[in-house]
């Protein structure tokens, strides 16, 4: 699948069975939540701008496999110019979110495009490991899939007992 659509990403986030939870409530449908949807909408919009005529060619390029339209964010440039071209798709990303979207598409993808440009070295005492890489990073490029990293609160009791060593220090005198 090349450069996805709004609707495409919509659709993903429908067919994919996930865990989500929000406030103590579990969310079964993110596309249509209160809580989640205009952020749904939010980055459905920014698909959509990789398929509009006087963006396309600042918002895509070509896949080095496939040939087809990819989103720019998973170009991993060797020129000047070429980093130039992804900067400005970014440019387009975060002017149509006000820059306050902090992880929009592009977020994680140029990680794993220079994670992907490095894999030799990811590979240099193990092999695999740099084919992982560049699988992992081919995989992510030809879906057009949205990465982020997850945030959660620490999973241990916060009372100070649970912070206290079984020896107490002594008191100044």
């Given at each position: 699948m090349p450069?996805?659509?709004?609707?495409?990403?919509?659709?993903?986030?429908?067919a994919q069975e996930r865990e989500v939870w929000l406030g103590g409530e579990r969310v079964r449908d993110v596309t249509s939540h209160p809580g989640l949807a205009g952020g749904v909408k939010s980055i459905a919009a920014l698909y959509d701008m990789q398929h509009d005529p006087a963006l396309r060619e600042a918002m895509t390029c070509a896949s080095p496999t496939s040939g087809e339209a990819i989103g720019r964010s998973f170009d991993a440039p060797t020129t000047r110019e070429g980093l130039e071209a992804r900067g400005r798709m970014m440019l387009n990303w975060a002017r149509a979110t006000c820059g306050m979207m902090g992880r929009s598409p592009d977020f994680m993808n140029v990680s794993y495009a220079a994670w992907g440009a490095a894999a030799?070295?990811?590979g240099d005492k193990r092999t695999e490991f740099g084919r992982n890489m560049r699988n992992y990073v081919a995989y992510i490029r030809e879906n057009d899939l949205t990465l982020t990293h997850a945030l959660i609160n620490l999973q241990r009791s916060r009372t100070r007992r649970a912070c206290s060593t079984s020896r107490k220090a002594p008191r100044s005198k």
């Open positions: 450069a996805r659509t709004g609707r495409q990403y919509i659709e993903g986030l429908r030799d070295f990811f």
